[in-house]
Nanobody
């Protein structure tokens, strides 16, 4: 059984910074692409950033230059550093990962963590 456990999140003022982390644990053979998505109230879930196991990174246009995704392959952990936060960044943030387990490659998701940007 594989779990993705997120930490971080909370309330921050506009212009502030916040960091998220997400650790994968369980019977893992290999972790491929990891990423972060978010879902604001009344909106569809959108991809924020992804990082492959070799370090290739993609960002949504709306967060380029403000957010930084990174990972520690030794810990099966992905991070999201969020700077210059805006009220429109308010959402539930989810991590996900493509993980090779005994049954094959599966897509796993974390439980989500709330990020609120407000004064």
């Amino acid at each position: 059984q594989v779990q993705l456990v997120e930490s971080g999140g909370g309330l921050v003022q506009p212009g502030g910074s916040l960091g998220l982390s997400c650790a994968a644990s369980g019977s893992i053979f290999h972790v491929y692409t990891m990423g972060w998505s978010r879902q604001a109230p009344g909106k569809q879930r959108e991809s924020v950033a992804t990082i492959t196991s070799t370090g290739n990174i993609n960002y949504a246009e709306s967060v380029k230059g403000r957010f930084t995704i990174s990972r520690d392959n030794t810990k099966n952990t992905v991070y999201l550093q969020m700077n210059s936060l805006k009220p429109e960044d308010t959402a539930v943030y989810y991590c996900n990962a493509d993980i090779k387990v005994a049954a094959g490659i599966r897509d796993y998701w974390g439980q989500g963590t709330q990020v609120t940007v407000s004064s």
